[in-house]
């Protein structure tokens, strides 16, 4: 019938197999599945697999046991049962599986100041053993060099043994010979030799290990070194603090090659082949609460398999800075002053070698964070600033919105052109948070290399802290000032010879060249701050934002400022009030129709009653008149808002909050535009009347309990009734 609706969901499945493709040329809200025949190329199909009640037990008996204080050996045998399909008996007889672990080790002195050690283990696995977590390393697979993640079920053994002599004065010298079998699909011989000393701030580390394996399909050869060393100098007085200078080098060579008959290989090095050697050097300073400093250089140089030899591929260079210095001190007059500063930058570049790769030049790329704080004058001034920078490649993204018809998104539509159709300009944020859209991220197989600086300042002025014990005359009078200031940045923009990547203060930036930049200023200047009888703030706020959409750039900015007062006029009642001037602005590249400055004025007291710790109520009136400076339109409106709220809490464990607004508002101009909307917010032309009622219950120590109520009846439209619950438990 015309009336029915029908939704399906797609899942994937192997390539050619199924009757749908993704259509990646329309895009729209959304995905597009577009229906081909079964064999040529088809990756979803429309339906949802079911999933079987499984069960995965695992038994485990083991044990230890002493021959000796130098002796021991260790057991341990396993036994598990794998059920895909608890419902049926079918294919039951490979559920059950068996391993089992052994372990035997064995200390000898050869003299006081020498020891020989040996430790000996087998691991069996069966065919069927499904163990219920993943037990070996995670690098397992990559160091036998196996190609697989399930594979092939088969039985598998694992032997090792190891000789170690141990020396207190000369180090430790180590061999291991690792055997790993999987039936007869692979055969792998690993040999691992290794050295070590530690001694008065020197170390030495060397280790070679070598492994040779041979597959159903290949044979491989793989062949790792390694080594460190360390030196101490500058050491102090008591000989255990000392700077530490080192150098580091390792190797990977991994030689694969294709299988031909049973006993012959082919000489060319497989795609998966892969050499890289990498040298490090560094010097750092003891760890003290005053200085630390480390430096670094790494270097890596790759190789990818051309033929029967590896070619030299790409070189990558990495500095590295730590620093991190703190200062406390106390002047002549005993005032306290802190300072700390701390620094993290790396640097690095990549040079292609390999011409077929690419051609461009060398990648640079940077990362860096700067924090430094200042408390002076016991506390008086307090500055903390923050500089971050980086650049490299990140994904573009895209945002499509789709309808919420529960009424939980955290946007809302207002189809401006009647055309039925959600689009970017349509979409704005739903002022009473229970939005009928939600916005969703799809992530685009295109990079673009960004640059990004983020600056922090912040500021705070505290005479108090310094004439606390004034008590009369002009340092008396200042105590009762202070203020607090920030400002942050952030800039993000595409590589560009024009724009600085280190500056975050140049904000005038082409539009081709723009990411985003989002600039916030807070200014507050307090008057008897936290007194009980009364309080004067005098403040500014502005806030800048522009982005670039795949629909052009969108600019926006709010600024504020204000003159609040608070005067407790008795122990029960208390007032406030509020003057400000604000401007709110916006400006689109594509879609002109959305611009809108709207200036503003507005004036809000406050009267409270609270007679007991758990009652409280109050009285709130706001005027607002506001004023669109462009266009031809001459939008204007006026709010006077009437708000009665109340708070009582029964007991500790109970808590009500209620809430009624009247707002009337006076719009001239088009209610059903983006203009329309930032005048009125979510309200309409008329009298707009908002309820809410939230109870908070607390079930249990750690167990909350809020529901919640809300309402409002804007203009002509109908009700709306939001009903909401919602259960916290804390562990």
Known sequence: PDSALYAARFSLVESGTGFYNLDVENQANGQIYEYVDCGIGGNYIARISIITPKQQQLFVLGGDYDFSENSRLRSEISLSNRDLNRISPNDDGDNLGLAAFTNFENDFALSENLKLETDVSYEYNSVQFQALNPYRPAEFTRDWNIDFTGGEKVTQHLGTGTVRLRSKTSGTLGYTFNGFFRDSLYEGRKHIANYTFLKNGWEIRAEGNLLNADAEEDRSRFFRPNFTFVMPFFRDSTGQKYWRAGVSGERERNERFVKLTENAYSDTLQS????????????????????NFLASFRQRLDYAPVGEEFAASTVGSEVNIQSSLRNRRKNSKNRRFSSALALNFTYRKLEIKDETLNNNEPGETFLGRLNHNWNLFDGSIQTNTT??????????????????????????????????????????????????????????????????????????????????SEKKGFKKFMTKFSTQSSLQITRKVKDDADVSPWNPFQLEIADTTLVSTNSNIRNTLF???????????????????????????????TDRQFLKWRWNVSKTISTTAELAQGRKQRETENTPENNFKIESYELEPAVRWQPKQNFRMGITYAYETSENKIGDNGESSTKHDF?????????????????????????????????G???????????????????????????????????????????VHVGRAQMAATF
């Open 677 to 719: 909307f930032a005048f009125l917010n979510g309200l309409q032309n008329g009298n707009n009347y908002l309820w809410n009622v939230t109870i908070d219950r607390k079930l249990a120590r750690n167990i909350q309990l809020s529901i919640g109520y809300e309402g409002r009846k804007t203009g002509t439209a109908n009700v």
């Open 272 to 291: 998966n082949s892969f050499y890289f050697d990498v040298y490090n050097i560094f010097v750092e300073t003891p760890q003290n609460d005053k200085l």
């Open 527 to 557: 008057f008897n701050r936290a007194d009980p009888k009364y309080d004067i703030q005098l403040g500014m706020s502005l806030n800048e934002i522009k982005s670039l959409l795949s629909s052009g750039f969108d600019s926006r900015r």
């Open 387 to 468: 500089y971050e920078l980086g650049s490299g490649q990140e994904r573009k993204i895209e945002f499509f919105y789709d309808e919420n018809e529960e009424g939980t998104g955290a946007y809302i539509w207002n189809d401006y052109n009647q055309d039925s159709v959600i689009q970017v300009a349509e979409v704005e944020i739903a002022p009473f948070g229970n939005g009928t859209v939600d916005r969703f991220v799809r992530y685009t197989d295109e990079f673009i290399r960004t640059n990004n600086v983020v600056f922090n300042q912040s500021v705070r002025l505290e005479p108090k802290a310094i004439w606390f």
């Open 643 to 675: 708000t009665w709220e109340l708070k009582f809490n029964k007991s500790s464990k109970t808590s009500v909050e209620t809430e009624f607004s009247f707002v009337k508002v006076a719009f001239d101009g088009e209610a059903n535009s983006a203009v």
